[in-house]
């Protein structure tokens, strides 16, 4: 099949399951077209079958916003005419699916019936989509897929709430590739470059926005590094991480945690994490937790949203409401408190991890871009 894929290109979490999947579409044979507006972080371009192309959104004074929407669907067009693309797959609503549909009505106007799929990833529906200047064309978008896909039963659930949806929403969970996941010999001494041998380290890896309540992964940790020896690796940038780096100091915990920003070296970090946090105030799924039980990290999550079909309490970590800090360090402490307890939530992250194998969850798509085509053509 010939799919163009539009995401977002950035370290966030729908960029990152749109580009594996891409990718992991590409290894089997099918030619992805991903379109955006800069190479997505993951996107290795040496792939066969796997093509770029960029939107471009020339300045001009009198724009006081940039209209990407226009350049997207123009984009759009364009290359469904000049690769015979099959199939339109976006990813995030906005504004992919309303761009989507422009690019659609396009195209139809010269005889091309091209079948969009939107995949909802969380923060288009709960946050951003459900803000009342956006969500009329929001609804009318999604109204207008032909397939709507959502990552979690949550973020499914939220949808039918917060919008008149007509559409049939069918809920293909995030996935984890595990085959790559091998350690690499040169860990252990990037490990002891981070914290000494008897220190736990704990894990945070986000984009540093509100949501994310990065400082209560601060306190949690405080109260952690009260009781035994630790250190946090704090991975991600965004508006929250500066204030975070004022508050360890005002705690007096500086020394012990240490800001990476964003970084390409997840897996590595991730494969000598004893603990990852996830606080988060809502999370449609917390595709970062995913990553981390699939190095066999236990989690510490609130209990909102999708995390809850994603991390199992008492099995691969612990949640709690969202806030109760006191209780996210008692259960941390829980797991890290002696070796035997650590290694059995590390083997049952592990094995909650591979019921999201990416060759679980991949034949879900394909079989939805099959239906889509057929009904299309
Ligand atoms: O966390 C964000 O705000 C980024 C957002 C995104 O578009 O990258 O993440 C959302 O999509 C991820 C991938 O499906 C999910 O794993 C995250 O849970 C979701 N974030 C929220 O719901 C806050």
Redesign the pocket.
């Known amino acids: 099949m010939k799919i163009a894929i539009v995401c ?1 290109p950035t370290f ?6 749109a580009t594996e999947l891409g990718l992991e579409l590409a290894r089997r044979g099918h030619e992805i077209h991903f379109i955006t507006y800069s190479q997505p972080v993951r996107l290795a371009l040496l792939n066969p079958n796997v093509y770029y192309h960029e939107v471009n959104v020339p300045e001009y004074p009198l724009f006081h916003f940039q209209p990407y929407e226009l350049a997207l669907s123009s984009k759009l067009v364009d290359m469904v005419k000049l690769y015979k693309i099959e199939l339109l797959h976006v990813h ?1 609503a906005i504004p992919h699916a309303y761009a989507g549909y422009m690019a659609k009505q396009m195209l139809k106007d010269e005889g091309i019936n091209l079948p969009m799929i939107t995949t909802l ?4 529906i ?2 951003v989509g459900n803000h009342p200047f956006y969500k009329t064309a929001v609804t009318f978008s999604i109204n207008k897929s032909d397939f709507v896909t959502s ?1 979690s039963q949550s973020l499914k659930e939220d949808t039918i709430k917060l919008f008149n949806i007509k559409n049939e929403i069918q809920v293909i969970p ?1 996935f984890i590739e595990l085959d790559k996941n091998i350690v690499d010999p040169s860990i252990s001494c990037r490990r002891s470059v981070i914290a000494k041998e008897n220190e736990r380290i704990i894990t945070h890896i ?2 540093f ?1 509100k ?2 309540r990065i400082p209560d992964v601060i306190k949690i940790f405080y109260k952690i590094q009260q009781q035994i020896p630790a250190k946090l690796m704090m991975v991600g940038d965004g508006p929250e991480k500066e204030k975070a780096e004022y508050l360890c100091q005002e705690l007096g915990i500086l020394d012990k945690v240490i800001f990476f920003g964003n970084s390409n070296e997840i897996d590595k970090i991730l494969s000598y994490t004893d603990l990852f946090l996830l606080p ?1 105030e ?7 937790a995913l990553e981390a039980m699939a190095w066999s990290v236990p989690v510490i999550s609130s209990n909102s ?2 995390l809850r079909e994603v991390n199992f309490d008492g099995v691969s970590g612990y949640l709690s409401d969202v806030g109760n800090t006191d209780e996210m360090a008692e259960n941390a402490l829980k797991i890290l408190k002696d070796m035997t307890t650590l290694n059995k939530f590390k083997e049952n992250a592990l094995s909650v991890a591979k019921r999201f194998e990416i060759k679980n969850i991949l034949p879900l798509y394909e079989e939805l871009y099959q239906k889509a085509i057929d009904k299309f053509s």
């Open positions: 977002y966030g979490g729908s960029g990152v399951v995030y990833h969380g923060t288009d709960t946050l990552v995030n986000s984009n926005r949501v994310k988060s809502t999370e449609s799924f917390g595709l970062a949203g999708g």
